[in-house]
């Protein structure tokens, strides 16, 4: 396993270099220079020039990349065009309240999918099997956007159940009751898809694991059907489900943009799309790293815990 590990870290090197020099590239494909874009008109050409120069602009871009890679290596983003701080500093404010939304929504979506996978699975072709079925094929369609804006409409305009956005009310103390109060429409569109995923791998392996012969023999020895199940099934029936489970960090990372920015949610994924819009390419750049960072430490964790959960899997 150690072997194994330092293997694929050291198979990030190359992925991670692949990815700066794609989103370096993009960025730099860009049109306008974000300097010049930013800037007030009436500035005078030489005060524009003198910027572009400052900011390294007119330098070749081999140049830029490797100025900009070796800062990043030592964990220096660079500052913000628009906000003009430290990039790190405006990533390390926001990642906790992404880091909130993250993991409520995967909880939620593990808490209502893997139960609901195995009844689906204990019931094959039943009313609530189709039920079922139906369900996560609707949550995988359905986009996001489309799903906040009806939650937004249906809970907090008609009913006045939750609040539009934000993390907290106007005006009052922080409570933690609050907080989840405007935790709930947030985290169920973005557990949504991720549920219905896990939904339906956990109702396909645990299918195929209550057919084993293995399964047959517990049950002609007696045992009773839970025992089978939660006992003999379940933790060959999770193999497979914990993979998808690590892979769905970077689905949530992306998902987050949208999200965070509709319920205004003041998290990394709002970042990203204010600094697309802006044209604030350090902050963008940074993001994009991290973004990549998560999706491969979450194939990283999910094949370790493919390992733990089955002995016979060696590496």
Known sequence: MTVYLIR???MMVPILLGVSVLSFGIMYLSPGKPAVLNMDPNVSAEARARQIEALGLNDPVHVQYARWLART?????????IRKRPVGQMIWERLGNTMILMGVSLLLAAAVAIPVGILSAQKPYSPMDYTVTT???LGIATPDFWLALMLIMLFSVHLGWTPVGGMSTLG???SLLDRLHHLILPSI?????????LMRYTRASMLEVLHQDYIRTARAKGFRERTVVYKHGLRNGLIPV???FGLLLPNLVGGSVVVEKIFSWPGL???FIDATFQRDYPVIMALVMIGAVVTIIGNLIADVLYAVVDPRIEY
């Open 189 to 197: 569109v973005l557990a949504t898809a991720s549920m219905a995923s």
């Open 135 to 137: 369900g996560s094929f």
């Open 172 to 174: 009052a103390d922080f």
């Open 8 to 10: 694929r870290l050291l």
């Open 242 to 244: 914990i993979t998808i």
């Open 269 to 271: 994924g709002m970042m």
């Open 73 to 81: 290596l030592k964990g220096d983003f660079g500052v913000s065009y």
